[in-house]
């Protein structure tokens, strides 16, 4: 009886021991493919991060200290990006709009993170509260629902028959997006369309109207108020149908049209501001002007024509021993060299870089 318990304690033993081998050897398997994953996680250099970004036809360029980097994300990810419009940037990641498709990818490696297709021409896109993101769909005449999480679309808004929205700037439950019309004055578009994307904690988006401000539309900035951009008609074949471009104050919870004035120049865009929406800046036909946010005292202060603008707040160096701040202005040479980006310190008046990228710039960001 003895020799009976003692043979089935060890054969209880034995198969103990077994499983216990096997729950190692399992456990090691996945600490390995676990080392594996991070491993191939490792493996994207980090390469970017803090910087400026340029979008161009060709893809992003990266430039920092001096020294620039073409089609970053193709050498990271072998895809190269057609028509890049637009970079920008919601916690570590980098967002960018192709002609055809959203992309995401880290900052700090460029890696690709996702893709978002079936757009027939995204030209701007917004981050709104619920892991979403607008995007502008100029060719489709909508407003697409991005779903960050799972980079897929997920809804879409029209903002008109026939319409070509062009710009999107958002804040608090509301979304404005700007239909930028065309060319020719049969063309011209002077509508602006609201679209809610919240109420307490449920998601939507729900188109809330539209109101008439100047002739195209196409850029705002809202602090405080909300001011927009109106580039008028500006056709260099027929110079008998252009029209002033005008700045437009708009109540955007009413959804009403204050007032609007002309700004006596043509063809003006990029409407941006300094940090407190008191003197706003934008590009035009013949140059670069800032004027006060009413539309009053209008000054040309670089004669260059460009077709992006950034303005950025920086410390440069008076001498050896001072230092102090100044806007500096990001701008290409959009009629003679599109590839050139200048920067132009208005406290000395002077420009004080030049960066060439492989392609005409499209956008300009910082991270």
């Given at each position: 009886m003895r020799e009976a318990i003692a043979s089935l304690f060890l054969y209880l033993l034995k198969i103990y021991h077994m499983k216990l081998i096997n729950f190692l050897l399992i456990a090691l398997i996945f600490c390995s493919s676990c080392k594996e994953e991070e491993d191939a996680v490792s493996s994207f250099n980090e390469n970017y991060g803090a910087g400026m970004y340029i979008a161009t036809e060709n893809g992003v360029s990266f430039y920092k200290d001096g020294v620039i980097s073409d089609n970053i994300f193709q050498k990271v990810n072998g895809i190269a990006l057609n028509n890049v419009n637009k970079i920008k940037f919601e916690g570590t990641k980098a967002y960018i709009a192709t002609e055809k498709s959203l992309f995401s990818a880290k900052v700090e490696t460029f890696e690709s993170k996702g893709e978002v297709a079936g757009f027939m021409n995204l030209v701007d896109f917004d981050f709104v509260p619920m892991e979403r993101i607008f995007a502008v769909d100029k060719d489709n005449s909508n407003v697409k629902v991005v779903d960050i999480d799972r980079m897929e679309i997920i809804s879409d808004v029209e903002v008109g028959f026939g319409a070509e929205p062009v710009f999107?700037?958002?804040?608090?439950?509301?979304?404005?997006?700007?239909?930028?019309?065309?060319?020719?004055?049969?063309?011209?578009?002077?509508?602006?369309v609201a679209i809610d994307f919240r109420d307490e904690l449920v998601p939507f988006a729900n188109m809330m109207g539209s109101i008439e401000v100047g002739d195209n539309p196409n850029s705002a900035?809202?602090?405080n108020e909300l001011k927009i951009l109106c580039k008028g008609i500006y056709d260099v074949n027929n110079l008998s149908n252009n029209t002033f471009s005008s700045l437009s104050k708009v109540s955007p919870w009413d959804m009403e049209l204050v007032w609007n004035v002309?700004?006596?120049?043509?063809?003006?865009?990029?409407?941006?501001?300094?940090?407190?929406?008191?003197?706003?800046?934008?590009?035009?036909?013949?140059?670069?002007?800032?004027?006060?946010?009413?539309?009053?005292?209008?000054?040309?202060?670089?004669?260059?024509?460009?077709?992006?603008?950034?303005?950025?707040?920086?410390?440069?160096?008076?001498?050896?021993?001072?230092?102090?701040?100044?806007?500096?202005?990001?701008?290409?040479?959009?009629?003679?060299?599109?590839?050139?980006?200048?920067?132009?310190?208005?406290?000395?008046?002077?420009?004080?870089?030049?960066?060439?990228?492989?392609?005409?710039?499209?956008?300009?960001?910082?991270?």
């Amino acid at each position: 009886m003895r020799e009976a318990i003692a043979s089935l304690f060890l054969y209880l033993l034995k198969i103990y021991h077994m499983k216990l081998i096997n729950f190692l050897l399992i456990a090691l398997i996945f600490c390995s493919s676990c080392k594996e994953e991070e491993d191939a996680v490792s493996s994207f250099n980090e390469n970017y991060g803090a910087g400026m970004y340029i979008a161009t036809e060709n893809g992003v360029s990266f430039y920092k200290d001096g020294v620039i980097s073409d089609n970053i994300f193709q050498k990271v990810n072998g895809i190269a990006l057609n028509n890049v419009n637009k970079i920008k940037f919601e916690g570590t990641k980098a967002y960018i709009a192709t002609e055809k498709s959203l992309f995401s990818a880290k900052v700090e490696t460029f890696e690709s993170k996702g893709e978002v297709a079936g757009f027939m021409n995204l030209v701007d896109f917004d981050f709104v509260p619920m892991e979403r993101i607008f995007a502008v769909d100029k060719d489709n005449s909508n407003v697409k629902v991005v779903d960050i999480d799972r980079m897929e679309i997920i809804s879409d808004v029209e903002v008109g028959f026939g319409a070509e929205p062009v710009f999107i700037i958002s804040k608090w439950y509301r979304s404005l997006i700007m239909n930028g019309g065309e060319v020719a004055d049969s063309l011209k578009d002077s509508t602006i369309v609201a679209i809610d994307f919240r109420d307490e904690l449920v998601p939507f988006a729900n188109m809330m109207g539209s109101i008439e401000v100047g002739d195209n539309p196409n850029s705002a900035v809202f602090i405080n108020e909300l001011k927009i951009l109106c580039k008028g008609i500006y056709d260099v074949n027929n110079l008998s149908n252009n029209t002033f471009s005008s700045l437009s104050k708009v109540s955007p919870w009413d959804m009403e049209l204050v007032w609007n004035v002309s700004l006596g120049v043509y063809n003006a865009k990029n409407l941006t501001s300094n940090s407190n929406g008191s003197v706003l800046f934008f590009t035009a036909n013949d140059g670069v002007y800032n004027m006060y946010n009413d539309g009053t005292s209008i000054n040309n202060i670089i004669s260059i024509e460009s077709d992006v603008l950034l303005v950025k707040t920086e410390l440069y160096a008076v001498n050896d021993s001072t230092n102090e701040y100044s806007k500096m202005f990001y701008i290409n040479d959009a009629v003679n060299n599109p590839n050139t980006i200048y920067k132009f310190n208005q406290a000395t008046d002077l420009f004080c870089d030049t960066i060439v990228v492989d392609a005409p710039v499209r956008d300009i960001a910082f991270y």
